[in-house]
T-cell receptor, first 114, second 113 residues
Framework: GAGVSQSPRYKVAKRGQDVALRCDPI?????LFWYQQALGQGPEFLTY????????KSGLPSDRFFAERPEGSVSTLKIQRTQQEDSAVYLC????????????FGPGTRLLVL | GNSVTQMEGPVTLSEEAFLTINCTYT??????LFWYVQYPGEGLQLLLK?????DKGSNKGFEATYRKETTSFHLEKGSVQVSDSAVYFC????????????FGQGTTLQVKP
């Protein structure tokens, strides 16, 4: 596709449920990033992949958060046993290589945990 | 640590007014600096960037100059339009970094006709 796509666009989960959020980066983009954006705040870095390798996961807030990119293309962010504080917009971005070049962002998945 | 601070919003202006949104940063080394914009209902889009001191980024009438001496990257536009109404984010990427961006909290701009 022409841009980064994410699905679902909206997700409502009951507290304690597991959720999986999908990101399809721009074709051929090597680097993929996940960010979390709380209401009224700027995005905060969660994790980074170069191809299938997860090179930085320093931003994941707890061990309930897990991300993978097994074939170096599509990525999934999984949140286990969701809590209300996990409610946020989850953004995915990709770049061709990962230097100071433009990061192209997807539309985000808005997660609401009740 | 590395951080970005933006002026608080919302900023409300009349059409054709001059815009300044302040952004200052704290970082080690020589970061690259960015302005992203988020229009209502849309995803983040890169507006402009500068990768070294004294560089000026510009796009769509917006400008920002990388000022290392004041650690600033203020966004300016000479004459705003209603269509510029959006949330603006200042961000940095540290040199030699994996590429992750550190964002400010965002500034909402409302332009009235």
């Amino acid at each position: 596709g022409a841009g980064v796509s994410q699905s679902p666009r909206y997700k409502v989960a009951k507290r304690g449920q597991d959720v999986a959020l999908r990101c399809d980066p721009i074709s051929g983009h090597v680097s993929l990033f996940w960010y979390q954006q709380a209401l009224g705040q700027g995005p905060e870095f969660l994790t980074y992949f170069q191809n299938e390798a997860q090179l930085d996961k320093s931003g994941l807030p707890s061990d309930r958060f897990f991300a993978e990119r097994p074939e170096g293309s599509v990525s999934t962010l999984k949140i286990q046993r969701t809590q209300q504080e996990d409610s946020a917009v989850y953004l995915c971005a990709s770049t061709l290589t990962g230097g100071p070049e433009t990061q192209y962002f997807g539309p985000g998945t808005r997660l609401l945990v009740l | 640590g590395n951080s970005v601070t933006q002026m608080e919003g919302p900023v409300t202006l009349s059409e054709e007014a001059f815009l300044t949104i302040n952004c200052t940063y704290t970082a080690t080394g020589y970061p690259s600096l960015f302005w992203y914009v988020q229009y209502p209902g849309e995803g983040l889009q890169l507006l402009l960037k500068a990768t070294k001191a004294d560089d000026k980024g510009s796009n769509k009438g917006f400008e920002a100059t990388y000022r290392k001496e004041t650690t600033s990257f203020h966004l300016e536009k000479g004459s705003v339009q209603v269509s510029d109404s959006a949330v603006y984010f200042c961000a940095l990427k540290r040199s030699g970094n994996t590429g992750k961006l550190i964002f400010g909290q965002g500034t909402t701009l409302q332009v009235k006709p």
